[in-house]
């Protein structure tokens, strides 16, 4: 799971901003060595409510270059995952002064 300090967007331009939890599921493709990612914002609590999601991918070396060990782990596996979404959601303009932390 991560968390913002403010409200975010997910691509560059958007005019949609959501709250501040996101949790990423993510599929591998060891034949393109691609990460799918579905980034869902949500609101935590006694009642989930998902406000939105976005697809985005990844490629297996930028996963990687994370640890620069590679995917040993599913734990691991999601940390390097959600380190790599982060690194991403930073690179929006729109979300220069929001702090991201898994």
């Known amino acids: ?18 709250g501040t ?3 990423v599921e993510y599929k591998y493709s060891p034949i393109t060595e691609v990460f799918t990612c ?10 989930i409510a998902v406000s939105g999601n976005y697809l985005t991918t990844f490629t297996k070396a930028e996963i990687d270059a994370k640890t620069g060990a590679g995917t040993e782990t599913s734990d691991k596996l999601l ?4 380190l790599v ?8 303009t729109e979300n220069a002064a929001i702090t991201f932390t898994n």
């Open 85 to 92: 979404v982060i690194d991403y959601l930073d690179g929006i």
């Open 21 to 23: 939890t996101i949790a």
């Open 38 to 47: 579905e980034l869902i914002a949500y609101s935590a609590g006694a009642d």
């Open 79 to 82: 940390d390097e995952v959600e």
């Open 1 to 18: 799971m991560i968390t913002a300090d403010a409200t975010f967007v997910f691509y560059e331009g958007s005019l949609v901003k959501y």
